[in-house]
């Protein structure tokens, strides 16, 4: 592979993904920068079957929840209360279409993508969760089961690697072809299973024209959250720049007024979350601790 593509910044790193776990543990009091409406759901009491509590019988009470070894054992009337059950899944797609191979400073959108689901599945599992991954890219699209704990988010992280040097080496070959992302995410209504958190990172770049519907029929019986991944680059005034290739040469690219395929905000009435994928990593931490807030509870072993 060329050398200038294992670069820090262009070659994702699982290690550092695994890494970014610190920033969720240790950062929980830095300051929030943006926000999204919500979050992940927490469990309410309820009458599903998981047991919340057991205490004493109060006028009003289910008799049919009645706790016979607490009531036997103390010989006054104790009754168990119950949580609602839901099982909270985080189902993350990376978009590692050639278009996000780009950075003008830090990092790849690509890999910013990466990192930005990393954190945000970290989250996930702390809080007792189970994540499931999908990646987008000009192949075949990688996908790894749901699951729980460590172990869950580190297939993710595993998968996100490969895929994403997979995709560096189609690039260098030339294999440059940019599906439409409203024809990408039609796996994720048969992956992402009812109830389910989907988080999108993505430029939104050729978003498709059906990409609104797709997200709306999403929406019906998931919740669709989208984190869109930035560069500084979109903050520079048009006109020409000296771009320097890995080879050391030089050319112009040009950098017009209002890039037409990138969507308006929101986008098909869903909140963008943005993030820098020239910012650093700690900054980023930040906004997505601000855009997925924690839930009461949440575990930081």
């Known amino acids: 592979m060329n050398p200038a593509l294992q670069a820090p910044g262009v070659?994702?790193?699982?290690?550092?993904?695994i890494a970014l776990r610190t920033h969720?543990?240790?950062?929980?009091?830095?300051?929030?920068?943006?926000?999204?409406?919500?979050?992940?759901?927490?469990?309410?009491?309820?009458q599903g079957q998981e047991v919340a509590d057991v205490r004493q019988y109060v006028t009003g009470d289910d008799i049919r929840h009645l706790d016979?070894?607490?009531?036997?054992?103390?010989?006054?009337?104790?009754?168990?209360s119950f949580q609602e059950e839901r099982d909270q899944v985080t189902f993350l797609v990376a978009d590692f279409r050639p278009s996000m191979l780009w950075g003008t400073r830090r990092a790849f959108r690509s890999v910013?993508?990466?990192?930005?689901?990393?954190?945000?599945?970290?989250?996930?599992?702390e809080?007792?969760?189970?994540?499931?991954?999908l990646v987008i890219g000009p192949k075949m699209p990688v996908v790894t089961s749901i699951r729980g704990m460590v172990r869950g988010m580190l297939a993710v992280i595993g998968a996100m690697a490969r895929a994403h040097a997979?995709?560096?080496?189609?690039?260098q070959s030339g294999r440059l072809d940019d599906p439409d992302l409203d024809g990408a995410l039609a796996r994720v209504t048969r992956l992402a299973p009812a109830g389910a958190e989907v988080v999108i990172a993505s430029g939104f770049d050729r978003p498709g024209g059906d990409l609104s519907d797709r997200l709306g029929q999403l929406a019906r019986r998931r919740h669709p959250r989208l984190v869109m991944v930035g560069d500084g680059i979109d903050a520079l005034p048009p006109?020409?720049?000296?771009?320097?290739?890995?080879?050391?040469?030089?050319?112009?690219?040009?950098?017009?007024?209002?890039?037409?395929?990138?969507p308006p905000e929101p986008l098909a009435g869903f909140p963008l979350l943005r993030v820098d994928a020239a910012a650093p990593v700690a900054q980023m931490a930040r906004v997505i601790n601000g855009g997925f807030p924690r839930r009461e509870g949440m575990s930081h072993g």
């Open 127 to 133: 809080e007792g969760g189970r994540v499931g991954l």
């Open 24 to 46: 969720l543990l240790h950062g929980a009091e830095t300051e929030v920068q943006a926000a999204l409406p919500g979050g992940f759901v927490t469990r309410r009491r309820g």
């Open 239 to 262: 006109g020409s720049y000296p771009i320097r290739l890995a080879d050391g040469s030089h050319r112009l690219g040009r950098i017009d007024e209002g890039r037409e395929d990138i």
């Open 68 to 80: 016979r070894g607490s009531t036997a054992r103390t010989g006054v009337l104790h009754v168990r």
């Open 112 to 125: 910013a993508a990466a990192e930005a689901l990393s954190l945000i599945g970290w989250r996930a599992i």
């Open 11 to 17: 070659w994702l790193d699982a290690r550092s993904l």
């Open 166 to 171: 997979t995709v560096l080496e189609e690039a």
